[in-house]
């Protein structure tokens, strides 16, 4: 199984950052991932497929890069709603895997 | 818009099996697309369980694959999770959701359903 290793696992940072989040895969998986935001009690809600490419209805400040094995997911200016913990998923083979998730808390 | 809703038995014993369904709103299982199960214990991560077409093809989180089953009913726009054996590590929030594509994004979710293994 591909395994995805997000970093860091928490931070704290401020509305109005700029914040970045990494996902590295164990193997290279071309532009096959996604990225997900959850909230406390909620399902996760898709951000970002094929690496780049922004879901409907997604703010345009988040952006997705990379390819191969070293992803990231930028925020470019963090509102309070933006607090949440973020997924990285592979669906490049089976089994799909999910990176640890990234939480991120206000300061 | 497409809406997907789990539901079934919150508490189950362990050593017996866990079963729940998806309910589809807003589109007909049968047009296409595939079907999974993920899951989520408290305080931890994501884990894929498995997909189905609405052919009926599956596709296993080998870990899960022993003791799981997903099948589809497309006259009750339903698919189905039916995990065996489970023990207390099997305690997690189970949501449906869509993928695009046999290996794809999960896209929507439905709201997802506690499952507690206890006896």
């Known amino acids: 199984a591909i395994r995805m290793t997000q970093s860091p696992s928490s931070f704290s940072a401020s509305t109005g950052d700029r914040v970045t989040i990494t996902c590295r895969a164990s193997q290279g998986i071309s532009s096959y991932l996604a990225w997900y935001q959850q909230k406390p009690g909620k399902a996760p809600k898709l951000l970002i497929y094929a690496a780049s490419t922004l879901q409907s209805g997604v703010p345009s400040r988040f952006s997705g890069s990379g390819s191969g094995t070293d992803f990231t997911l930028t925020i470019s200016c963090l509102q309070s709603e933006d607090f949440a913990t973020y997924y990285c998923q592979q669906y490049y083979s089976y089994p799909i895997t999910f990176g640890q998730g990234t939480r991120l808390e206000i300061k | 818009q497409v809406q997907l809703q789990e539901s079934g038995p919150g508490l189950v014993k362990p050593s017996e099996t866990l079963s729940l369904t998806c309910t589809v709103s807003?589109?007909?299982?049968?047009?296409?697309?595939?079907w999974g199960w993920i899951r989520q214990p408290p305080g931890k991560g994501l884990e894929w369980i498995g997909s189905i077409y609405h052919s009926g093809s599956t596709y296993y989180n080998p870990s899960l694959k022993s003791r799981v089953t997903i099948s589809v009913d497309t006259s009750k726009n339903q698919f189905s999770l039916k995990l065996s054996s489970v023990t207390a590590a099997d305690t997690a929030v189970y949501y449906c959701?869509?993928?695009?594509?046999?290996?794809?994004?999960?896209?929507?979710w439905g709201q997802g359903t506690l499952v507690t293994v206890s006896s």
């Open positions: 807003g589109y007909s299982i049968s047009s296409g697309y595939y």
């Open positions: 959701a869509r993928l695009r594509g046999a290996k794809n994004w999960f896209d929507p």
